[in-house]
């Protein structure tokens, strides 16, 4: 069975709260269930954090215990090179998902550091960007 851990970044633990507009009026966690449905075969693990440096620590527990990860970094991928660097150095894929489309969005949102050291990106495809995520970790 395949293991793939979602690693959400701050503020994505007020999903279907925060800003509904943009982000929808789904929790995570609801969302999640839906997810470990259509996946039945493969081990979903599921961390968020707040914390820049919890999330570094979480990447690296990765490497070589899952055999790929989900991240949005939210708010991260606009300003952390360690995130970036973390990425870098873990042997484990790691695909990129912004809920809403970043391109889209104001200025300082549209470049992504993590998502240059990620094997790909899905910006704009809502919570299904977590799926699409997965796929591409499992060549599908």
Excluded: W
């Excluded at 789904?26 to 999640?32: N, Q």
């Excluded at 484990?92 to 550091?113: C, G, K, L, T």
């Amino acid at each position: 069975m395949k293991k793939i851990i979602i690693i959400n970044g701050p503020n994505l633990n007020l999903l279907g709260r925060r800003e509904p507009e943009i982000y929808g009026r789904v929790s995570f966690d609801t969302y999640l269930n839906t997810l470990k449905a259509e996946f039945p075969d493969v081990q979903l693990d599921y961390y968020q954090s707040n914390h820049e440096g919890c999330l570094i620590d979480k990447l690296q527990e990765a490497d070589g215990n899952y055999d790929g990860v989900v991240i949005n970094p939210g708010g991260y991928a606009h300003t952390s090179i360690a995130l970036a660097d973390c990425i870098r150095a873990i042997n484990v894929p790691v695909v990129e998902v912004h809920i809403s489309d970043i391109s889209q969005r104001e200025a300082y949102r549209r470049h992504s550091y993590t998502a240059e050291a990620c094997k790909k990106c899905f910006s704009g495809y809502g919570l299904e960007g977590y799926a699409l995520g997965v796929k591409e970790l499992l060549g599908i």
